[in-house]
Structure formats: structure tokens, C-alpha cells
């Protein structure tokens, strides 16, 4: 049997997507619909990223054609997600980069460059143009989790500036200290001379055109978070921690310090990692090692979003130390993993953008021996 077009685009019509107001034909969501004898492809673009909302127009889709036009079509749903508007950054941004997005842990040992490199990843393959600053100063590790460890960023004439080009690899820029130094060679810095490195690699770098920036913050509250604060307005903050209760107690005070009044950068959610176990030849099992939705709860008690959890998985590490992140895996369990988190980073990003004004980056001052830290 050969589907008839136009009765497949009528019976769109009918569907709604969540958030608008037109149905998706007249929304311009439906940007093709092609049909070979039984099968129809739709082609369908959303401007929200969330999952649930994705899932659901597929299957709204399927339902539809099958009980209006041919109840045994096969049919398929391709989506693709337009990138939200650039929003307007003040302060000391770079141009050309439109969200800053600071990935933070109050403790080490969490998974918090796991989840940077993954995160980027997973934002690559959804279309959007991403950078990554791997600001852990005394303990860099995108260069491994991104197989360019033997890389070294050249320089290039930039409007007569001589500026340093970021190493890419799997569609993501990187810039790190571990790019100037030797793995055997430790870092024995003072924060105002890791200031001034981090601060050449983000102003005295051709990053280009970024949708995200993601920016791999050191273990703790201290020194790094603050000069890292002081050159960039920060669009927002994701932090990552284990269920386990002394991992939930740095991380409640990294949240904190985003809150702080003089500080002000919005949270846009907390990251369960390690969240559970399941051993491979017990597929229906959960373990949970290190406790059970810690994280979860911190982010309700906290009043922030909470973002998703990533399973215990030896594959996971395993991709790290090889240099090919989990999140470029296709058609597994982990790809799911990521893209839901990534997806829910973006609608984050989003709501934040819409509904509150852009971050300013901060002025520190010091006064009397201590530190006083004040708006730009």
C-alpha cells in the first residue's frame, strides 16, 4: 500500500506539542514527511531539548498515523533540535561564546572531569559548537580523557594578536595546563600565578564560536573558583557529587558559595554520580554502594534542579584513561545516560536565560589582609 501525503500531514495536525500553541504543522516542527509504499519518515525540529517532551511527539506521531491513516505503517521520527537563541552576556565575556558553564564538585574523587569530558561530548553530538577549559590547575586531566595528551596548542594570528588555538578532538575545543607541562612535572603554583595561566587561556585563545564553554573547576571552594569568577560572567553552575553523605556535605557548601550574594551565580542543578551498581550478569539489580539518591535529596533540599545520575559502570573509567569518553558510544545504555543529562544542562540553560539577567563577573578587592569579593 503507497501512504498518501497529504492525509499523513492532515492528521499532524492534529498533535500539539507541549509548550505551543499551534499544532506542529502549522508551528513549522513537521519540516518534511516522506512515505515509501508502507513507510513514512517525519521529520520533525523542536526547540526544547527535554527527553521526556521528545519521547513524547514521537509517540504522539506513531499513534496518530497509525489509527488515522494506516494502522500497519512503519514509521519512523527523525528529531532535531535547533539551538537556542545566543543570550546576551555582560561583563568580561569572550566574544563569540554565548553560555560559560562551570562544572564544580566540593570534593575530589566524584567524577567531576568524567562528567565535564562526557557532558562536552554529548553537547558535540547534538549539534552545538563546544569548548572546554580545564581550569583544574594542579590536577589536569582533559588531555588524557580526550587522547590529546600529546598535543600542544600552536599559535595563530588573530587580527594581528597572536593567539593560542585550542586542541580539538570528537567535535570538542580543550585548552589545559597539562598542555605546558610534563605528566612527570608537578604544578607548584601560588593563585595568582595560576590566575594569570588561566587567564591566558581564556582571553589570549582563538575559542571562536562556542555555544558552550565548559569550564573543569578544581575540587573545593578556594583561590581557582574565584579568579575563574573574576574574568567571566558565569552563565551558570552544574554540581556533581556521590550519594555518600560526606561527598553531600561539600557539596551543599559548593552550592553555597554559587549562592552568595557578592557571588550570585545561578545553580542550575546537581549531577548524582556513581549513583548505583548493576553487575553485568544481573542486569535487574541495583546496588547502591555509596547510599541511595543522596544527591537527589540534597538538590530538593536545596531548591535546585536535579539533573540525572550516572550509574557505576567500568566502561565508564575504562573510556576515560583510553581518551574516548563514554558519551561517544552509539546505541547504548551510557549514550542514553549522557544525552538525557546533556538535554537537561540545556533546558537549564535555557529557562535560566529566559528568566533571569545576565551574570556580571565579580571584583575581588583585598582589604586588612583578607579578601572582599564585590560585583563589577
Known amino acids: 500500500m503507497k501512504l498518501d501525503r497529504k492525509e499523513i500531514m492532515k492528521a499532524l495536525e492534529t498533535i500539539t506539542l507541549a509548550g505551543e500553541g499551534q499544532n506542529m504543522v502549522e508551528s513549522g516542527a513537521v519540516r518534511n514527511v516522506l512515505t515509501f509504499g508502507d513507510e513514512v519518515v517525519v521529520e520533525l525540529v523542536m526547540n526544547t531539548p527535554a527527553m521526556h517532551i521528545r519521547k513524547r511527539a514521537e509517540a504522539d506521531i506513531i499513534k496518530t498515523i497509525q489509527e488515522q491513516v494506516y494502522a500497519d505503517a512503519k514509521i519512523k521520527v527523525n528529531v532535531k533540535m535547533e539551538v537556542p537563541e545566543k543570550a546576551e552576556i555582560k561583563g568580561k565575556g569572550i566574544p563569540g561564546i554565548t553560555n560559560i558553564i562551570a562544572v564544580s564538585s566540593g570534593k575530589g574523587g566524584v567524577g567531576k572531569s568524567t562528567i565535564t569530558a562526557n557532558l562536552a561530548v554529548a553537547l558535540a553530538k547534538m549539534g552545538f559548537k563546544v569548548g572546554v577549559l580545564d581550569a583544574d590547575v594542579y590536577g589536569p586531566s582533559m588531555p588524557i580523557m580526550f587522547d590529546v595528551e600529546r598535543e600542544r596548542p600552536i599559535s595563530v594570528q588573530i587580527d594581528g594578536k597572536s593567539k593560542m588555538k585550542p586542541i580539538e578532538n570528537y567535535g570538542v575545543k580543550i585548552l589545559s595546563i597539562g598542555f605546558f607541562t610534563s605528566p612527570e612535572q608537578a604544578v607548584i603554583w601560588r593563585g595568582p600565578m595560576a590566575g594569570k595561566a588561566l587567564n591566558q587561556m581564556i582571553f589570549d585563545a582563538d575559542w571562536g564560536e562556542l555555544d558552550f564553554m565548559l569550564v573543569d573547576l578544581p575540587p573545593g571552594t578556594g583561590d581557582i573558583h574565584l579568579s575563574i569568577m573574576q574574568a567571566l560572567p558565569i552563565t551558570g553552575a552544574v554540581v556533581i557529587s556521590t550519594p555518600q553523605a560526606v561527598a553531600l556535605a561539600d557539596a551543599k557548601k559548593g552550592v553555597a558559595m554559587f549562592r552568595q550574594e557578592s557571588i550570585n551565580v545561578p545553580v542550575l542543578g546537581i549531577i548524582e554520580n556513581m549513583a548505583?551498581?548493576?553487575?553485568?550478569?544481573?542486569?535487574?539489580?541495583?546496588?547502591?554502594?555509596?547510599?541511595?539518591?543522596?544527591?537527589?535529596?540534597?538538590?530538593?533540599?536545596?531548591?535546585?534542579?536535579?539533573?540525572?545520575?550516572?550509574?557505576?559502570?567500568?566502561?565508564?573509567?575504562?573510556?576515560?584513561?583510553?581518551?574516548?569518553?563514554?558519551?561517544?558510544?552509539?546505541?547504548?545504555?551510557?549514550?542514553?545516560?549522557?544525552?538525557?543529562?546533556?538535554?537537561?544542562?540545556?533546558?537549564?540553560?535555557?529557562?535560566?536565560?529566559?528568566?533571569?539577567?545576565?551574570?556580571?563577573?565579580?571584583?575581588?578587592?583585598?582589604?586588612?589582609?583578607?579578601?572582599?569579593?564585590?560585583?563589577?
Open 276 to 376: 548505583y551498581f548493576t553487575p553485568e550478569e544481573l542486569p535487574e539489580n541495583k546496588y547502591y554502594i555509596f547510599g541511595k539518591e543522596g544527591a537527589r535529596n540534597l538538590a530538593e533540599d536545596l531548591d535546585v534542579p536535579f539533573l540525572g545520575e550516572v550509574p557505576i559502570v567500568q566502561s565508564i573509567r575504562e573510556a576515560g584513561d583510553y581518551g574516548r569518553p563514554a558519551a561517544l558510544q552509539t546505541a547504548t545504555p551510557l549514550e542514553t545516560v549522557f544525552e538525557e543529562l546533556a538535554r537537561e544542562v540545556v533546558q537549564e540553560t535555557v529557562n535560566r536565560n529566559d528568566n533571569l539577567p545576565a551574570t556580571e563577573a565579580i571584583k575581588i578587592t583585598t582589604m586588612a589582609g583578607c579578601s572582599a569579593v564585590k560585583k563589577k
